[in-house]
C-alpha cells in the first residue's frame, strides 16, 4: 500500500473548484463523463463511468471533500482527502490519497495530475 500526495494551484475560488468537483454536471464538462456525485456525507460516488467509486464521508463546502475508494476486496480503506484553500484569487488543493494498491499506484498518481487536476484547471484557465 502507498501514499500519493499532491499540491496544485487553480485560477479559481474555492466555491467553484468544490462545485466543479461535487456538481455531476460539471464534472461531466470536465471530464467528458457522466458522473453520479452528490456534495452529502454518506453518499456513494460514480466517477468514469464506474471505473472510480466510492462513498463521501466528510463534506466541508469550499474546504474539504473526504471519500473512501472502493478497490475491489481491499481490507485497509483508500481514503483520499482533498483541501482547498483560498490564496489570493486563486485554490492551493492538498490531496492525500491513503491505501493506494501498490499495483495502481502508477496509475492513480498519473490520473490524479492528468485526468483529474489537470483536466479540472484546463476547465477553469
Do not use: C
Request: cysteine-free.
Amino acid at each position: 500500500m502507498q501514499t500519493i500526495k499532491q499540491h496544485f494551484k487553480i485560477k479559481a475560488t474555492p466555491e467553484e473548484i468544490f462545485n466543479a468537483i461535487t456538481n455531476p454536471l460539471a464534472i461531466e464538462l470536465w471530464s467528458g463523463y457522466p458522473a453520479i456525485m452528490e456534495p452529502k456525507e454518506d453518499t456513494e460516488f460514480s466517477l468514469w463511468d464506474g471505473d472510480i467509486t466510492g462513498k463521501n464521508l466528510k463534506m466541508i463546502p469550499n474546504e474539504q471533500i473526504i471519500q473512501e475508494w472502493y478497490f475491489g476486496e481491499q481490507e485497509d480503506k483508500s481514503i483520499v482527502t482533498i483541501t482547498l484553500r483560498n490564496q489570493k484569487g486563486s485554490t492551493y488543493i492538498e490531496l492525500v490519497h491513503t491505501n493506494v494498491p501498490d499495483n495502481d499506484y502508477e496509475e492513480l498518481l498519473e490520473g490524479w495530475r492528468e485526468y483529474y487536476w489537470g483536466a479540472v484547471k484546463k476547465y477553469f484557465e
